[in-house]
């Protein structure tokens, strides 16, 4: 089950690499050579991929197919989030050629951008796309592409102009920018809840009752909180829902998601280096949190919970909502009484704004074969392998892989739900120690949700630490 995995991103000592690579890597000036497109074919080409987090079952499973349709055998390295981050930079600041392609989370790409290859000699070389001219980037989900492939190598905390835009890579290039990856396994904060729950008479005239009006799944953040305090019984062993507020990515990522929803800029730093989460909509949205962290409508523990822990709550049956990254499971003892899941998009107060990051796969300026190595990532994220990948629970890039996902599929409610929030979905601040910095509003917000300081305290002091960790990774 994905959404049990327990990923542990490196903190400072990560944020050290990433900035000292970056310096590394400063110097490499991006641009690829004159392509070949009649190069020799290799007998295999080399990829470095990560685990569970980034589906390596799924894209495994694409490995026959590629065999038969290139005649290329594809080896790939597998490795845990923590040491691929570290063996990515390693392979780029050595100049490596070991891998031809590599994938690489989005938190790494503005440190790493001037050490990939920029892909727009190859999108708009036709022998090299002979299936679809320029890899059918217009297919791409536009928020999900601009956020995770679309930079300017010499200035990576720029963004491209209007990130709703249908992909087109004379756009890009016309403005200064370049594609430095294809998209694949794209991650966003999306709502479960117990969908028995909600669907029980009982349940409903007695919520009915307490609130005069119909128990519906919420759609505002208030109405999560008075459904949350309502699905809180006690006698039933029963918490309304879970959040995840010990130190760690997954904290800023659920501050995040409500600092875009109560209208602020959810990136938590602009392209101009601007912090946007020491503000008024971040008190509010860290308000929010902490009184839900301590109305008692969550479990125990929720205060050093991850994205592991309440995937496991919601699972037991311990939570009728939760809200995480992939599609949840009920254990037999809950499924058999009845339990049943549903999804929806997260709730929003002034606007919509879901955390998300997405994986791409870049190719390796110093391999031999880059010309196969664009071929085969260009294959890997086309709508029909992203489709078929379903099956295995990887989370497509493409909107027609999100339209191809039968009712069959065991998780087609949570793929609607997927693709809808992603289109809507905000990403990280694009900057070198980005890990470091997600560190600090993690300890705000776990401070807030503890009671150690108020929302506005803990703010002003991650705010103090971020602005100097600015100073330290640009």
């Not at 050290?16 to 190069?39: F, I, M, R, T, V």
């Not at 994986?359 to 994220?381: C, F, G, R």
Request: aromatic share 10%; net charge negative.
């Amino acid at each position: 089950m994905i959404s049990r995995r327990t990923i542990r991103r490196p903190l400072l000592a990560a944020g050290a690499l990433l900035a000292a690579a970056s310096l590394s890597l400063a110097g490499c000036s991006a641009g690829s050579s004159s392509l070949d497109e009649n190069a020799a074919k290799p007998q295999q080409l080399r990829m470095l991929y990560g685990d569970a987090s980034a589906g390596d079952k799924a894209i495994a499973s694409l490995v026959p197919a590629l065999k038969e349709k290139y005649g290329i055998d594809l080896v790939i390295d597998n490795m845990p989030y923590d040491a691929l981050q570290q063996k990515v930079f390693s392979e780029f600041a050595s100049s490596s050629d070991y891998y031809d392609i590599v994938i690489v989370d989005t938190p790494w790409a503005p440190a790493l951008v001037q050490g990939l290859e920029p892909l727009s000699p190859y999108l708009t070389n036709e022998a090299l796309n002979p299936d679809s001219p320029e890899s059918d980037l217009g297919d791409f989900i536009p928020k999900v592409f601009y956020d995770t492939a679309v930079y300017k190598a010499d200035s990576p905390t720029e963004r491209f102009t209007d990130p709703t835009a249908e992909p087109d890579i004379a756009a890009i290039t016309d403005e200064g920018f370049d594609v430095f990856g294809l998209p694949i396994q794209a991650n966003v904060a999306t709502m479960a809840y117990r969908a028995d729950l909600f669907d029980d008479p009982a349940q409903q005239a007695a919520f009915a009752a307490e609130y005069g009006r119909p128990l519906e799944v919420p759609t505002t953040w208030d109405d999560y909180a008075e459904v949350a305090k309502f699905f809180t019984q006690p006698d039933k062993g029963l918490y309304g829902t879970t959040i995840m507020a010990g130190v760690g990515d997954w904290a800023t990522d659920d501050f995040k998601t409500l600092l875009a929803s109560f209208g602020g800029d959810g990136t938590l730093v602009d392209p101009s280096g601007k912090l946007t989460f020491d503000t008024p909509e971040g008190v509010d949205a860290l308000t929010y949190y902490a009184d839900l962290a301590q109305s008692g409508t969550v479990p125990p523990g929720s205060t050093s919970a991850d994205w592991g822990t309440t995937a496991d709550s919601f699972s037991s049956g311990l939570t009728a909502m939760t809200w995480n990254y992939s599609p949840m499971t009920l254990s037999p003892t809950v499924t058999d009484a009845g339990g049943r899941i549903g999804y929806a998009p997260m709730p929003a107060a002034e606007a919509e704004g879901p955390h998300f990051g997405t994986w791409m796969l870049s190719v390796n300026p110093n391999s031999t074969h880059k010309e196969w190595a664009y071929q085969a990532i260009s294959w890997m994220t086309a709508s029909e392998q992203q489709t078929a990948m379903t099956e295995l629970q990887m989370h497509p890039s493409r909107v027609s892989a999100y339209e191809s996902v039968t009712s069959d599929n065991p998780d087609a409610a949570f793929y609607k739900t997927l693709g809808e929030s992603l289109a809507v979905g905000v990403g990280r601040a694009r900057v070198p120690n980005y890990t470091e910095i997600s560190h600090e509003v993690a300890v705000a917000v776990n401070d807030a949700a503890t009671g150690v300081a108020t929302p506005e305290e803990a703010l002003k002091s991650a705010a103090e630490r971020v602005t100097a960790l600015l100073g330290s990774g640009n």
